[in-house]
């Protein structure tokens, strides 16, 4: 197919989608049971709430004069962290949704975390995924993402939550359109939001009574009423910040027989402790958290000093069963601890077993590593944490694609637990998926820690889930710090697998130039180790890329050359794949002696080599070639036996492809019933993927019908 590229290399399993362009806002697979739209539910749970039923009335009032005007209601909460900004958020938020059925958008936009704010783009495309967006479909340049959110976003009444916002501009491309209600938490005051309409609402610490009124819920006995002036001091020492009361008093509820005397008299002496952790305002609230992590049993304060090391954004039992280490060490008891911190307020359950630190709280956890670890156990728990995430992708890597040929894993010393998948690779895409923000946030780090073919060999585990699930931002931040520690590492074969993986990356996002010269940087590595086998497969992606640029000659002369040295070099099922684009290009100029040639050698290496998605793609141009020769039989053969390949993987655009081969054989014989019927379900498949495909298929079927209906 000429100036267009669709390539997929390995098994395919499960649901596929392949098309080679996308356009517009069309919706692929984003419908609930019932058929509707599909509805997101991101929000995360609420908590319990200090009285703010005075700010809670003031956003009330303020959304409901928006939708008098213009619909659209944005609110900016600020305050200390701990004061409750996100709590009192989510409790509003969480009331609206009777008069916001179209679901609940929710990003944290990382103000305070170690990696920095998140970017506009990210989440923008995580947002168009919650909102039906297939990966592959999400546009790569910011300005086209955010008009296709706005374009979903026009006609749905959504809440939205932005936490822990840095800026006004970072805030400003994720407002969505119509009559929806966003919500935007900072330690900040945003001015700037003041032009798009922005109600603004600082929070300042609770008074005493409400302070004690939330401590005394926390606790449910009577030590506040039998010790009130206790109670006043106690909130007064926490600052009567929100998070700081719900700690103390976790702490109190655990032990009923305590008096808060004794709590006021220990977070009395621990004033002015912590001064790591210099955030203005907020002494008595580190008192406070060290006060709790010294309560806790050695285990608890074990796991919490050591996930205070760890970069990624949520953990569950596996990743702290592996921070703990220990061949005595289950995950069964890491689940037992992580409930001990869940029940200090230490941690937060963001649902499906998975937790979070608040960041003041993952703050004070990593100063306490700083303080009662040596530098060699930090540098071994992040090593150990490390290897599960590495291992537990490889994993998945091997159950999904057996094809990628996997460059050896080096993990440290000690012994690694790492997450089983069955064969049929579905859980093991799943698990890549939940794990991706993880995963890049060890990618990101893990070279600055020292630990540089950590991150390239981590990078090339994830190889499946890109491909599949494109995530083309993070495919391309991926693959530059896996190329940049690949070259840390002096390590030449980590650098060419970084190249050709993030090339093909690029020519997936139709940047062909970019991606010819990485297949060209990775060929002259491969030449001056030796590799030849290495060498010969970049003559299969250089072709692709001068195919994707129209320079036709060239891409036949690198798919010629790929044809004949990879089976000489011991990779028959790679000779497959160039033969398969040689009968691309030569369908696509009418050569179709040469078409046939190819798609039947083709065929037949993929098929004995174990890749029947990529032998179903080389029927299907067989069956091209058959119908442009005449021969209606043996073109009926190869495309029905392609299209039933392709129904059996829900491979739309290939299923697409062959129908439309079908409907030209039906027409051809007269029967033009079904020609109709296999425009007609073709049309219906291109129109969903949104390709340009799409307008042919339409075309015909109005030759031989008139436009279609519905």
Same mark, same amino acid.
């Given at each position: 197919?000429? +100036? ?9 399993? &499960? ?17 609930? *049971? ?80 170690? &990696? ?83 109600? @603004? ?17 926390? $606790? ?22 929100? $998070? ?67 970069? +990624? ?28 911190? $869940?029940? *200090? ?6 649902? &499906? ?16 590593? %700083? ?8 540098? *071994? ?37 790492? %997450? %089983? ?12 998926? !939940? ?10 780090? *893990? ?32 693959? !530059? ?6 070259? !840390? ?58 195919? +994707? ?17 990879? @089976? ?13 684009? $040689? ?46 020769? &005449? ?28 129908? %439309? ?48 209906? +519905?």
């Amino acid at each position: 197919m000429s +100036g267009a590229h669709n390539d997929v290399s390995g098994t395919v399993e &499960g649901p596929s989608i392949q098309a080679g362009a996308v356009y517009g806002g069309i919706r692929i697979g984003g419908a609930d *049971a019932d058929g509707g739209p599909r509805s997101p539910w991101q929000l995360p749970p609420r908590v319990r709430m200090a009285d703010r039923a005075a700010e809670l009335e003031l956003l009330e009032r303020f959304r409901t004069r928006a939708m008098e005007e213009d619909g659209r209601t944005l609110v900016a909460v600020s305050g200390l962290g701990g004061v409750g900004k996100t709590v009192l958020s989510l409790a509003w938020l969480h009331r609206l949704r009777p008069h916001f059925p179209d679901g609940q958008l929710y990003a944290d936009l990382g103000a305070e975390s170690t &990696g920095g704010p998140v970017g506009p783009a990210e989440v923008l495309g995580r947002f168009l995924r919650g909102l039906g967006v297939t990966p592959e479909r999400i546009p790569q340049a910011v300005d086209e993402r955010l008009a296709l959110y706005r374009s979903l976003t026009a006609q749905r009444r959504l809440v939205v939550l932005l936490d822990d916002a840095l800026t006004a501009a970072q805030v400003r491309p994720l407002l969505p359109s119509g009559r929806s209600v966003t919500a935007v938490t900072s330690r900040w005051r945003l001015p700037g939001l003041s032009v798009d309409g922005c109600c @603004p609402v600082h929070l300042e610490p609770l008074d005493t009574e409400a302070a004690v009124e939330l401590l005394a819920s926390t $606790l449910d006995d009577d030590r506040v009423d039998n010790e009130p002036d206790q109670a006043r001091t106690l909130v007064d020492l926490c600052a009567r910040l929100p $998070l700081a009361v719900r700690v103390a008093g976790a702490r109190l509820a655990a032990r009923p027989r305590r008096p808060l005397t004794t709590m006021v008299r220990a977070l009395t002496e621990e004033r002015g402790r912590l001064a790591a952790l210099a955030i203005e305002g907020d002494h008595n609230v580190r008192a406070t958290l060290d006060l709790s992590y010294q309560e806790l049993p050695e285990a608890a304060r074990r796991l919490y000093r050591l996930l205070g090391l760890y970069p +990624g954004p949520t953990f569950g039992s596996g990743v702290a069963a592996a921070v703990l280490g220990g061949s005595a060490q289950t995950q069964g008891d890491a689940s037992t601890v992580l409930d001990l911190l $869940l029940d *200090a307020n230490l941690i937060s359950d963001v649902g &499906g077993e998975r937790f979070r630190f608040h960041e003041l709280v993952r703050l004070h956890a990593a100063a306490r590593a %700083e303080e009662d670890e040596t530098a060699e156990v930090r540098e *071994a728990a992040v090593r150990r944490v490390f290897d599960h995430l590495l291992a537990s992708a490889t994993n998945a890597e091997a159950a999904i694609d057996p094809h990628h040929r996997s460059l050896p894993r080096t993990l440290g010393p000690e012994p690694v637990e790492a %997450e %089983e998948f069955g064969e049929d690779g579905v859980g093991a895409l799943e698990w890549l998926e !939940e794990e991706l923000a993880n995963l890049m946030a060890v990618v990101r780090r *893990a070279r600055h820690l020292g630990l540089p073919t950590v991150t390239w060999q981590l990078v090339d585990a994830m190889w499946p889930l890109f491909t599949r699930h494109k995530h083309y931002d993070f495919w391309r931040t991926a693959h !530059e710090e896996g190329l940049a520690a690949a070259r !840390e590492c002096d390590d030449l074969a980590a650098q060419c697998r970084m190249l050709t993986s993030g090339g093909l990356g690029e020519l997936d996002m139709a940047r062909h130039t970019r991606a010819l010269e990485m297949f060209e940087q990775a060929a002259l590595l491969f030449r001056q180790q030796g590799d030849r086998l290495g060498h010969a497969r970049t003559h299969n992606y250089r072709g692709l890329a001068h195919q +994707g640029l129209g320079q036709l000659d060239e891409a036949v002369g690198a798919f010629e050359l790929a044809a004949a040295e990879c @089976p000489r070099w011991n990779d028959p099922r790679a000779g497959g794949l160039a033969r398969l684009n $040689l009968a691309d290009v030569a369908v696509s100029r009418g050569r179709l002696e040469d078409a046939a040639d190819h798609a039947d050698t083709a065929r037949r290496i993929l098929l004995e080599h174990g890749d029947p998605y990529n032998a179903a793609r080389a029927a299907t141009l067989l069956g091209r070639a058959d119908l442009g020769r &005449g021969r209606l039989d043996s073109a009926g053969v190869h495309l029905e036996s392609a299209l039933a390949t392709f129904r059996r993987m829900t491979a739309g655009f290939e299923t697409a492809r062959a129908l %439309e081969g079908l409907a030209e054989l039906a027409q051809r014989r007269e029967k033009l019933q079904l020609a109709r019927e296999r425009y007609r379900e073709a049309l219906e498949l291109y129109t969903a993927l949104g390709v340009p495909a799409a307008e042919a298929a339409r075309e015909r079927l109005e030759q031989l019908q008139g436009p279609p209906t +519905g």
